[in-house]
């Protein structure tokens, strides 16, 4: 059974940090893909940025400069650090494993909160 815990969200003033850390078990993690993803109220998910098992990543347009993605395998781990936060990033962020179909497992969620 996949499991994938996240942590680390919290509410901030605008220009603070956060970073987010999701824990995985029971999972395929090394040769996976892990993403985070956003929801805001009354917005879709978008994804924010993610990782590949080779290392590869991208990130969404809105937080390239300010946000980092990571993982380590042996601890299963992977991390957004954020940085330069602004209300707009106001959102429960999602943490997603995915690899062959329909290999694909989501976190419960952590809210992060901006104020100006």
């Known amino acids: 059974q996949v499991q994938l815990v996240e942590s680390g969200g919290d509410s901030v003033q605008a220009g603070g940090s956060l970073r987010l850390s999701c824990a995985a078990s029971?999972?395929?993690?090394?040769?996976?893909?892990m993403g985070w993803y956003r929801q805001a109220p009354g917005k879709q998910r978008e994804l924010v940025a993610d990782?590949?098992?080779?290392?590869?990543?991208r990130y969404v347009d809105s937080v390239k400069g300010r946000f980092t993605i990571s993982r380590d395998n042996a601890k299963k781990t992977v991390y957004l650090q954020m940085n330069s936060l602004k209300p707009e990033d106001t959102a429960v962020y999602y943490c997603?494993?995915?690899?062959?179909?329909?290999?694909?497992?989501w976190g419960q969620g952590t809210q992060v909160t901006v104020s100006s």
């Open positions: 997603n494993e995915r690899s062959s179909w329909p290999y694909d497992y």
């Open positions: 029971g999972s395929i993690f090394s040769i996976s893909t």
């Open positions: 990782i590949t098992s080779g290392g590869g990543i």
